[in-house]
């Protein structure tokens, strides 16, 4: 049994609610994704290791699995132009760190985004309403997908960010 790209975002929004009691409806509401794929996910999490026996999450493996696979099991290339919500290097919370080019902007394709850049699929389609009420959520996912698309210098930045927020 492999891992899916919405187990990631399961996890993450686990690690978004910071400690927080969850219930597998709660995520499922949350994420926008069906009651029997978040049991799956959760399943599929805790046979590789992201999840103990009693459904803590294991931040630690979390953490090197975005750090050192993320990328080679779930890559994203930069397509078209287009309107959406800014992801990796072009989110504020990775542009603040460095000198951005303007036109150098990557975007989860969203008709309610306020950006206009190249698109980058994000690891889930749900993730644009996944966001929306949960500004935690949005940023570990910026990092994230600095991690699977961004050069070595915002993957450092996202790489030393995420270590911070999961505590790893």
């Keep these: 049994?492999?891992?899916?790209?919405?187990?990631?975002?399961?996890?993450?929004?686990?690690v978004a609610m910071e400690n927080r009691p969850w219930k597998q409806s709660d995520l499922a509401d949350a994420l926008g994704i069906s009651r029997a794929e978040?049991?799956?996910?959760?399943?599929?999490?805790a046979s590789v290791g992201f999840l103990d026996s009693e459904r803590n999450l294991q931040l630690s493996a979390l953490f090197e699995f975005i750090q050192y696979g993320l990328k080679y099991?779930?890559?994203?290339?930069?397509?078209?132009?287009?309107?959406g919500i800014a992801t990796s290097h072009s989110a504020h919370l990775i542009a603040e760190k460095l000198i951005v080019n303007k036109d150098d902007v990557y975007v989860w394709p969203s008709s309610e985004g306020d950006a206009r850049g190249q698109s980058i699929e994000p690891l889930y389609h749900s993730v644009p309403l996944a966001i929306k009420n949960d500004p935690?959520?949005?940023?570990?996912?910026v990092l994230v997908d600095a991690c699977r698309v961004g050069r070595v210098r915002e993957q450092k930045i996202a790489i030393d960010e995420l270590k911070k927020r999961l505590k790893a």
């Design 38 to 45: 978040v049991s799956n996910s959760l399943n599929r999490s």
């Design 73 to 83: 099991v779930f890559p994203a290339t930069p397509g078209p132009i287009c309107r």
């Design 136 to 141: 935690k959520l949005y940023e570990l996912l």
């Design 1 to 14: 049994m492999g891992i899916k790209a919405q187990d990631i975002l399961v996890l993450l929004k686990i």
